[in-house]
């Protein structure tokens, strides 16, 4: 036997498994009935009831019963399920039962109540309903639509000036008026003013052409009365007007004066507030239009629907038949709602007397449908009940057991098939359980088995009841809470698999990879090390469900249903009797049922180890943060990035990046961006992954077992910090996060040596701010010399340089080469490993960098400082300007002592202060100068006193030898005040003398013989020329 028998052959998947209770044959909709879980309220009681109790009430109750329920929990199924019960009553052979769909046209909504009805009056009727119904069009209907909603807006004008007068009046009642009741009369009076309200806006011949495109509301809504809707229309539409309608995405000046000005009055274009008060009023007015645009097309002899509708029953009546009214939705009836609401409450009997025939009825309403709420008292009152579709309430298990059974008997109806279906019906005589479970005629097999039955005995092949667990968790849970929908389990669950995938499940490829977007946990990340690894996490994902490790999985999962999946890796491990990786025993017990299928049950939290009920949090933390259902909490997130930071001080290899130590990672926050986690902050560029990596099943799944191995090491080693990997599944840990470090560590090490070296230039800087302090770049003429230099040590430097001139000069010398090798390990332990070599080509576009912004105030305040101190050696050298080349230096120093001996060997002029050298002391002083280095440090000095620039004054001065110049200022000084001593005694004794009038005599007796050779001269070449 194949088991691709028991999956539903296309065609009867078509025929027997519908979302729209109409679309099904009335044996295949009897076939597929699920019972319904009902609750009867009224006189104050709630209480859960039956369908049979909702049937007998309905042959009991002479009233409109009202049937109400979310949408798509079953409310045409059940009216459909109660025409097919009273079909199948004996005593309804003569009632005339109108079931109305909900996507029926007004018209055949009106031609069903007059379908098998015979006489003169009905055929005219009929008639006239066929001559307005093939005249409708929808554009006019909602143009008409339109016309009608601006004479409600002017109506609700007047009724709402009435009564806001009343409450003015009536300050008593004004009191006791809600907030929300006098807001609706404001917005109503706001929107509604005569001349400059919605009314000129939407009859406004430019903005009507936005209302009555056919995607808009009100061109939808008349298309419902003239057409009917579609499934597809209906499940997208609720008929009202939202605030996306009122659309002003185009030029406000193409409108009407009124139209413009209701506009800017009421701020609709500007103000999301005011259109939704607007639209509030539309909505409010939109259904007695509707209603007014029936009274309007349609009348019967002159009179209404209700006269109408009394005909019919009169004729019934005559016939001694009863009227049977089963509505599936309100808003299908939405223009004829009150009108029928009211013919259905009208009594048959009058005065004592039967003038109508009996009239049962029904009507199914969409939970919060507003048609139904403004007549809800009347209705309920009258019908003594209302009875609600309960899709909600129960325990989990308990609705999981409905939907599984919902799911069961549509598998079985479509392995039927309708033909088979109907055949059987007929036949079916007293069976007690029709229709039988579809068996294969070679019967059931062990494989088959493997999936499980339904608890009706459905064999839920190619579901299991843990597929149906995971499709129902994932599309029918609403506020956190598992819901009995019939069309989102139909669609979502029972057609997803059904309908497209029988043949390539033939095929060995079914389900495909990330079938329904399902994951698995991080505790089944080793199966990613299977052939076939996202089949196979699909499956453990959905088939598996609810499973955390390979061990649950086991227990959760048949090996044979991986096998015919064609799964063979995944088989095999399930077969093995123990998982690839450990973590748990299983936290489950699983109860055989009396059907075949299996029941799990957690173990209760107290019988489970602590750390196991805490590894379990983590890994279902874990795998809703990589599946996009959760944010990862800041306590997992504060771990794992601590994990994260070990892993990289256990890895890290800097000198491979050309470091010399490792970058930094320990901050206030460890600065890890884990994606969709709690904690993250804005600029943090290293990353434990991306946001695509969790789009990749592969990467996710070796992800999701690296953050759970971090995570339970954190853990473990939390409570005591010896543990290391030395636990339960630690080896595997160890080994995946070994792996995943080869991989991440690498890229952080790039990311941190690159954001470190981005501030390479402004290490520099300090470092270059202190080297032209120091003098030491200026003779450089390229940037690997100027490096170099930056190279220097400090002892190397301290010892290179000159005695300084000045004690600031000392000063800033002594901090300075205190801080030149803090400052340069700055940097160059982000291009050097050692101190023996360095990339060069790292290290000077930065440098480069550095020279082009470097401030130079810092050092212009040095340079007057120094210059300040050394202002009094500039003034002792001023005596030397002129004196250019050292031969002229020694001139001039010989000159001094001959002038000192002078002076000495007379004894009478030479200075005679206590601490003042004698001559012959001083002589040696100045014969002391005539060294080469005195002239160098001289030279220095007068090219420092000439200079104008700061930076190339400190390196003037960082070369003056300080010991040299000081003898040179010493001696200047001494000669200095030798000669103001000397100068005005020797002045003052040659004027004693009359030496200046001998220097006189001698001038004018040169000059008289320089005179008397020149007349000798001239009379030698007169006699010449004579001769």
């Not at 597929?32 to 909702?54: I, S």
């Not at 003239?226 to 209906?234: F, I, M, P, R, S």
């Not at 029988?502 to 490829?509: A, I, K, T």
């Not at 000798?1016 to 006699?1023: I, V, Y």
Request: some cysteine.
């Amino acid at each position: 036997m194949s088991l691709l028998n028991y999956w539903p052959s296309p065609e009867n998947v078509l025929q027997c498994i519908r979302t729209e209770a109409e679309e099904l044959a009335e044996h295949v909709l009897l076939a597929v009935h699920e019972p319904m879980q009902l609750v009867r309220v009224g006189n104050g009681v709630d209480q859960e009831c039956t369908e049979e109790a909702l049937l007998s009430h309905f042959m009991e109750v002479e009233r409109p019963i009202p049937l109400i329920g979310r949408s798509g929990v079953g409310k045409s199924h059940l009216i459909r399920w109660l025409e097919a019960q009273l079909k199948l009553q004996p005593i309804s052979d003569g009632w005339h039962i109108v079931r109305i769909p909900k996507n029926a046209s007004l018209r055949q909504v009106l031609e069903k109540l007059l379908d098998g009805l015979e006489g003169e009056d009905f055929e005219q009727a009929r008639a006239r309903i066929r001559s307005v119904g093939d005249l409708l069009k929808t554009e006019e209907v909602a143009d008409l639509l339109l016309t009608f909603m601006a004479q409600q807006l002017h109506r609700l004008n007047e009724r709402s000036a009435e009564v806001i007068r009343y409450y003015r009046e009536n300050p008593e009642a004004r009191q006791q008026l809600s907030i929300e009741e006098g807001r609706r009369w404001k917005d109503i009076q706001v929107h509604t003013a005569p001349g400059r309200g919605l009314s000129e806006l939407i009859t406004d011949s430019n903005f009507k052409t936005s209302l009555l495109d056919p995607k808009h509301c009100i061109y939808q809504f008349a298309s419902r009365l003239t057409q009917g809707a579609t499934d597809q229309e209906l499940s997208r539409n609720d008929y009202e007007i939202r605030e996306e309608d009122l659309d002003f995405s185009f030029n406000l000046d193409d409108l009407s004066q009124n139209a413009r000005q209701y506009i800017g009055q009421a701020q609709l274009n500007t103000n999301p507030q005011a259109r939704a008060s607007a639209v509030r009023v539309l909505n409010e007015v939109l259904g007695e239009s509707t209603r007014t645009a029936f009274r309007y097309l349609f009348s019967f002899n002159g009179g209404g629907f209700q006269e109408l509708f009394k005909d019919i029953r009169r004729t019934l009546k005559l016939q001694d038949r009863t009227l049977v009214v089963l509505v599936e939705d309100m808003a299908a009836i939405s223009a004829i709602e009150d009108v029928l609401i009211d013919s259905l409450l009208e009594e048959a009997v009058r005065d004592g007397e039967q003038e109508l025939c009996t009239l049962r009825s029904v009507l199914a309403v969409t939970d919060g449908y507003q048609g139904y709420l403004r007549r809800q008292d009347t209705i309920k009152t009258r019908a003594q009940y209302e009875w609600l579709i309960r899709d909600n309430g129960l325990q989990r298990e308990k609705t999981l057991e409905r939907i599984i059974n919902f799911c069961g008997r549509y598998l079985n109806a479509a392995r039927h098939g309708r033909s088979a279906l109907e055949s059987s019906w007929y036949t079916r005589s007293d069976a007690p359980l029709w229709p039988p479970v579809w068996q294969d005629e070679e019967g059931a097999t062990e494989e088959l088995q493997a999936f499980g039955n339904a608890p009706c005995g459905v064999p839920l092949f190619p579901f299991n009841r843990n597929a149906i667990a995971a499709l129902a968790d994932h599309y029918c849970k609403t506020d956190d809470e598992l819901r009995f929908n019939p069309r989102q389990v139909l669609n979502q669950i029972v057609l997803r698999v059904l309908r497209h995938h029988r043949q390539s499940c033939e095929e060995h490829r079914f389900p495909p990879a990330e079938f329904a977007g399902l994951k698995t946990g991080a505790g089944l990340a080793d199966l990613y090390r299977l052939d076939d690894p996202a089949r196979c996490e699909t499956l453990a994902a959905i088939w598996g469900y609810d499973s955390r490790s390979i061990d649950e999985l086991q227990v959760n999962l048949d090996s044979q249903v991986a096998q015919f999946f064609g799964l063979k890796g995944l088989a095999e491990l399930l077969r093995e009797g123990k998982g690839a990786s450990s973590t748990w025993p299983s936290a489950e017990k699983r109860i055989a049922q009396d059907n075949g299928t299996v029941h799990r049950e957690r173990n209760p939290p107290s019988s489970l180890d602590v750390d196991q009920q805490r590894i379990e949090k983590i890994q279902e933390a874990v795998s809703l943060w990589f599946q996009r259902k959760q944010k990862l909490d800041q306590d997992l997130a504060r771990d794992l990035r601590s994990g994260l930071e070990r892993i990289y001080l256990r890895y890290s290899r800097y000198e491979w990046y050309g470091l010399r130590e490792r970058p930094l990672l320990k901050r206030r926050l460890i600065p890890i961006e884990l994606p969709y986690a709690i904690g993250n902050v804005a600029g943090w560029t290293l990353k434990f992954c991306t946001e695509k990596d969790f789009l990749q099943p592969e990467r996710v799944a070796f992800l999701q077992g690296v953050a759970l191995a971090l995570l339970r090491h954190e853990y473990f080693n939390a409570k005591s910090s010896d543990i290391g990997w030395q636990y339960s599944s630690g080896f595997d840990d160890y080994l995946r996060c070994q792996n995943f470090a080869a991989r991440w560590v690498p890229g952080v090490l790039q990311t941190l040596a690159s954001e470190d070296r981005a501030n390479l230039s402004v290490l520099m800087q300090d470092q270059i701010q202190l080297a032209k302090g120091l003098g030491l770049l200026g003779d450089c003429s390229n940037d690997r010399q100027r490096l170099n230099e930056l190279l220097r040590p400090a002892e190397q430097i301290r010892e290179s340089l000159p005695r300084s001139v000045v004690s600031a000069l000392e000063q800033f010398r002594q901090q300075t080469l205190s801080e030149w090798d803090e400052r340069r390990d700055a940097w160059l332990k982000l291009v050097s490993v050692n101190d023996h070599g360095i990339d060069g080509d790292l290290a000077l576009r930065p440098l480069r960098d550095a020279l082009k912004g470097l401030q130079e105030h810092k050092l212009a305040r040095l340079d007057k400082e120094i210059m300040q101190a050394f202002q009094p050696s500039i003034c002792a050298l001023e005596v030397l300007e002129g004196c250019t080349r050292q031969e002229q230096f020694y001139a001039l120093i010989d000159e001094m002592i001959e002038l000192i001996r002078g002076v000495s060997d007379n004894g009478f002029h030479y200075p005679q202060p206590v601490d003042f050298p004698n001559s012959k002391k001083l002589c040696v002083i100045l014969v002391g100068l005539k060294s080469n280095d005195v002239w160098g440090a001289i030279k220095g000095g007068h090219a420092l006193r000439l200079e104008a620039d700061s930076i190339k004054r400190l390196q003037l001065v960082n070369q003056l030898d300080g010991l040299r110049l000081r003898e040179v200022v010493e001696a200047l000084n001494c000669w200095s005040i030798f000669y103001q001593h000397v100068l005005p005694r020797l002045e003052n004794e040659n004027r004693l003398v009359g030496l200046d009038v001998l220097q006189l005599s001698q001038e004018s007796v040169t000059e008289l013989l320089d005179e008397l050779t020149e007349t000798l001269s001239d009379l030698r070449e007169a006699g010449r020329d004579y001769a």
